[in-house]
């Protein structure tokens, strides 16, 4: 996984940083869809609401622009409050395993972009 890679690569384990200056977080793909909610509302949803949302999170990596649908994300810890990323930044393992390592998923569409994803 990227968290494995990332702990044999970096020096001391140290985290990747984000470009608003914080860390970046690898968090578990539930964990990351509670905060997700929470950070939206104060109400809590609906058990029915949740198991919607955990059977498709509403992640989407902000690289590549595809939903995330693995058991990870990488995420920023300042989450929305930032005006460098007013919604939160996350991002897939396929990406970040492209960008941090230059390592391609076996899928290799992990150094695709928002804009050309848009374009398909």
């Not at 509670?34 to 809590?44: D, N, R």
């Not at 590549?64 to 990488?74: D, F």
């Amino acid at each position: 996984s990227a968290a494995a890679a990332l702990a044999a690569v970096s020096p001391g384990g140290e985290p990747p940083v984000c470009i608003c200056g914080a860390r970046l977080a690898c968090v578990g793909i539930r964990d990351r869809v509670l905060a997700f909610v929470y950070e939206g509302s104060p109400v809590p949803p609906l058990p029915s609401q949740l198991e919607a949302l955990m059977s498709s999170p509403p992640i989407v990596c902000d690289i590549c622009c595809r939903p995330v649908r693995t058991s990870q994300v990488w995420t920023c810890e300042n989450g929305r409050r930032t005006v460098l990323h007013a919604a939160a930044y996350d991002v897939c393992e396929a990406c970040f395993a492209w960008h941090a390592f230059g390592e391609e998923d076996s899928g290799g569409d992990g150094a695709e972009s928002c804009s050309e994803h848009d374009d398909e």
